[in-house]
């Protein structure tokens, strides 16, 4: 998913640039480029906390810049990583798209977990429910939903060595005893927690969620490079700055 910013309709702005000379005004425009892909990522950022609840720092750090090199034809743009880190099989892009383009929410790993180990039925996916502990963020703990994993012994056949076993050590945990499927009639429904006499829903099994469109990656960068005229300053910052001397060293193309 990528958003690119140029300066090819802004003929006013090009012809501005023609003071200053060939290699000079190809390192001001690049400048004045990037300098809106950085505005671009900002406003993104502030459209994501806007649309979304609570946004984590990662899918806030998810908008790259491109940056632009001075050449005939420069070109700076803004794109969400699309590289998976760690663990995870999925990318930012994977999660942000449904949100941008609306569509099917994707299968998190703890919902393959649950599906490889036959407890969560085809076409359901999961959802905190009212015993769920939720971070800063509005999600469950990541500890609680490893406590749910490994008391179900979900994790079993990925392979992992964190599933509750019947070891004293294990037992004095009580993972393996306090999670169960809740079920109505032989309809499996969430996973339940029982601690003591207490007992609660902490995962609520539903249909895939849908996503309707609701953020404007492409009108959010739209607007910062075409229709707010912060380009057309920008350009005319990097003119001023390259008359000065002032005009900074260009980055490197990603960030």
Request: hydrophobic content about 40%; proline content about 4%.
């Amino acid at each position: 998913m990528r958003g690119s910013i140029t300066a090819n309709d802004l003929d006013d702005a090009l012809a501005s640039l023609r003071q200053l000379d060939a290699g000079l005004a190809s390192r001001a425009l690049a400048d004045a480029l990037n300098h809106s892909a950085n505005q671009a990522r900002q406003a993104l950022q502030a459209e994501m906390t806007s649309v979304f609840d609570r946004p984590t720092p990662w899918a806030l750090n998810s908008i790259r810049v491109l940056h632009a090199k001075p050449s005939a034809d420069p070109e700076s743009a803004v794109w969400v990583q699309d590289w998976a880190a760690g663990k995870n099989p999925f990318t930012a892009e994977d999660y942000l798209l449904p949100q941008v383009e609306g569509g099917e929410r994707i299968q998190r790993r703890s919902e393959g977990y649950l599906r490889e180990s036959g407890i969560l039925p085809a076409g359901r996916f999961v959802v905190p429910a009212a015993g769920a502990r939720l971070d800063s963020y509005g999600n469950i703990q990541k500890g609680h939903m490893l406590q749910i994993l490994s008391g179900l012994k979900a994790m079993k056949l990925s392979g992992s060595d964190s599933a509750a076993t019947e070891s004293k050590r294990s037992l004095r945990k009580g993972h393996a005893l306090a999670f169960f499927v809740m079920k109505r009639g032989k309809t499996p429904i969430g996973i339940a927690e029982r601690r003591g006499e207490n007992v609660i829903m902490v995962l609520a099994f539903v249909r895939q969620p849908q996503y309707r469109e609701r953020f404007k990656f492409h009108d959010v960068v739209r607007r910062v490079a075409e229709n707010d005229g912060q380009l057309e300053a920008n350009i005319d910052k990097a003119i001023a700055d390259a008359l000065n001397g002032r005009l900074p060293k260009l980055r490197g193309r990603r960030r």
